[in-house]
C-alpha cells in the first residue's frame, strides 16, 4: 500500500536550519501539507501545495520539492519550533488524506 | 478567528457505537470540506474521512481502517458536522479531530480534539 515515509526525528541547535522530508511515491502528482504539532495541542498547517505559507506562520518554514520527495526547510530553528512535524498528501480526485508517520524535531 | 469544537468524546465499550460532533464559527460553514483526523495515544495523524461541502455534492470517502463501520455526516443550516463509528474496536481509542479547507486538499482550521476511549 501506499505510504509516506518521514525520518522519525531530527535534531539541531538553535540558529542551525532543520531539514525533514517526506517521500512517497506518488508525490510528483500530489501537494504536500505540513502540520506543527506542538505536545497536547492540535496540529498546525505551517506549508500548503509543497510550498506556500499561511498568513502567520513565520518566513523561517518554507517548502520544496524534488520528484518523490518534498522537504520541510526550518532556518534559524528556534526553541519554540520544537514539536512533531506531519507531512500529508491528498489525492484529490478520490477525496482520500495521507499522512506521514510524523518526526519529532528537538532543539537542542 | 474561526473556533472549532469537538464533542461528544468518553469512554465506549467494544462493539458498542459513538458519535462525534464538530461546530465551527468565524467562516462559512457551508463552503468548507471537512476532515476527521485521528491519533491514538504516542502515534502519528490517520486520516479517519471527508465530506465534501454541498457546491462539490457533499461527497465522502473513508480510510481504510474504518472504511464499512463509519459515516460523516453535515448539517449545514445547524453548522454542525458528525462522525459515526460503528463496531468500536479498541484500536479506535484516540483523540479525534474534525479540520476545515477551503478546497478539501488540507486542514487549514483545526479543533482541540475529542478524547475517545475503547475499553471494557
Known amino acids: 500500500s501506499y505510504e509516506l515515509t518521514q525520518p522519525p526525528s531530527v535534531s539541531v541547535s538553535p540558529g542551525q536550519t532543520a531539514t525533514i522530508s517526506c517521500s512517497g511515491d506518488a508525490l510528483p502528482k500530489q501537494y504536500v501539507y505540513w502540520y506543527q504539532q506542538k505536545p497536547g495541542q492540535a496540529p498546525v498547517l505551517v506549508i500548503y501545495k509543497d510550498s506556500e505559507r499561511p498568513s502567520g506562520i513565520p518566513e523561517r518554514f518554507s517548502g520544496s520539492s524534488a520528484g518523490t520527495t518534498v522537504t520541510l526547510t526550518i532556518s534559524g530553528v528556534q526553541a519554540e519550533d520544537e514539536a512533531d512535524y506531519h507531512c500529508?498528501?491528498?489525492?484529490?480526485?478520490?477525496?482520500?488524506?495521507?499522512f506521514g508517520g510524523g518526526t519529532k524535531l528537538t532543539v537542542l | 478567528e474561526v473556533q472549532v469544537v469537538e464533542s461528544g468524546g468518553g469512554l465506549v465499550q467494544p462493539g458498542r457505537s459513538l458519535r462525534l460532533s464538530c461546530t465551527a464559527s468565524?467562516?462559512?460553514?457551508?463552503?468548507?470540506?471537512m476532515s476527521w483526523v485521528r491519533q491514538a495515544p504516542g502515534k502519528g495523524l490517520e486520516w479517519v474521512g471527508f465530506?465534501?461541502?454541498?457546491?462539490?455534492?457533499?461527497?465522502?470517502n473513508y480510510g481504510a481502517s474504518v472504511k464499512g463501520r463509519v459515516t460523516i455526516s453535515r448539517d449545514d443550516s445547524k453548522t454542525i458536522a458528525y462522525l459515526q463509528l460503528h463496531s468500536l474496536k479498541t484500536d479506535d481509542t484516540a483523540i479525534y479531530y474534525c479540520?476545515?479547507?477551503?478546497?478539501?486538499?488540507?486542514?487549514?482550521?483545526w479543533g482541540q480534539g475529542t478524547l475517545v476511549t475503547v475499553s471494557s
Open positions: 468565524g467562516l462559512i460553514f457551508g463552503d468548507y470540506a
Open positions: 500529508q498528501s491528498a489525492d484529490t480526485s478520490a477525496n482520500y488524506w495521507l
Open positions: 465530506i465534501a461541502s454541498k457546491a462539490y455534492g457533499e461527497s465522502k
Open positions: 479540520a476545515f479547507g477551503a478546497y478539501g486538499d488540507s486542514g487549514d482550521y
